[in-house]
T-cell receptor, first 112, second 112 residues
């Protein structure tokens, strides 16, 4: 089955700097890669996702890149703000009602 | 605001007891997945239902069982509770075909 590794487990950046979180996956058939943000005591919320037919997707300060050959994908947050502080999870799955497999999460702290 | 609702929000049970958690999926979503999230960990897949049939199961013992109803709402049942079952239980629904999963707020279960 699918296995997702996520690094780093913790990340501290100064406000305004960029943050990058990386994930690798094992199942070459996976083709959907969402990223979730989870604030303390709250539900995971989808912030961006990418499908295997594209290599990059951007939404304002957030971008995701995908390298299918190397089986890794990354989340990039630019101009970080204190409200970006949270735990971020990557996930991978195939289409067709297969479940999401999550990484272990990255705790991002943005220092004002 | 998400249409996925879970009940109860918090629950305390004694070791050996049984518990039922409930999830109402978002309108139009026929797929429901259940995840267990231990403190400081990523969500771990328990099982998934698609149109009332279980169509995937993670590495959880048989005392974890579930059900999906014709209206696509779902239940998670756990028998013979153990201390390690203490966690946040998340329900996520999807319109299927690997499209975006939306999470509920979760049920925090404490086993004492």
């Amino acid at each position: 089955g699918e296995n997702v590794e996520q690094h780093p487990s913790t990340l501290s950046v100064q406000e305004g700097d960029s943050a990058v979180i990386k994930c690798t996956y094992s199942d070459s058939a996976s083709n959907y890669f969402p990223w979730y943000k989870q604030e303390l005591g709250k539900r995971p919320q989808l912030i961006i996702d990418i499908r295997s037919n594209v290599g990059e997707k951007k939404d304002q300060r957030i971008a995701v890149t995908l390298n299918k050959t190397a089986k890794h994908f990354s989340l990039h947050i630019t101009e970080t703000q204190p409200e970006d502080s949270a735990v971020y999870f990557c996930a991978a799955t195939r289409s067709g009602n297969t479940p999401l497999v999550f990484g272990k999460g990255t705790r991002l702290s943005v220092i004002a | 605001e998400t249409g996925v609702t879970q009940s109860p929000t918090h629950l305390i049970k004694t070791r050996g007891q049984q518990v039922t958690l409930r999830c109402s999926s978002q309108s139009g979503h026929n797929t429901v997945s259940w995840y267990q999230q231990a403190l400081g960990q990523g969500p771990q897949f328990i099982f998934q239902y698609y149109r009332e049939e279980e169509n995937g199961r993670g590495n959880f013992p048989p005392r974890f069982s579930g059900l999906q109803f014709p209206n696509y709402s779902s239940e998670l049942n756990v028998n013979a509770l153990e201390l390690d079952d203490s966690a946040l239980y998340l329900c996520a629904s999807s319109p299927g075909q690997g499209l975006g999963y939306t999470f509920g707020s979760g049920t925090r279960l404490t086993v004492v």
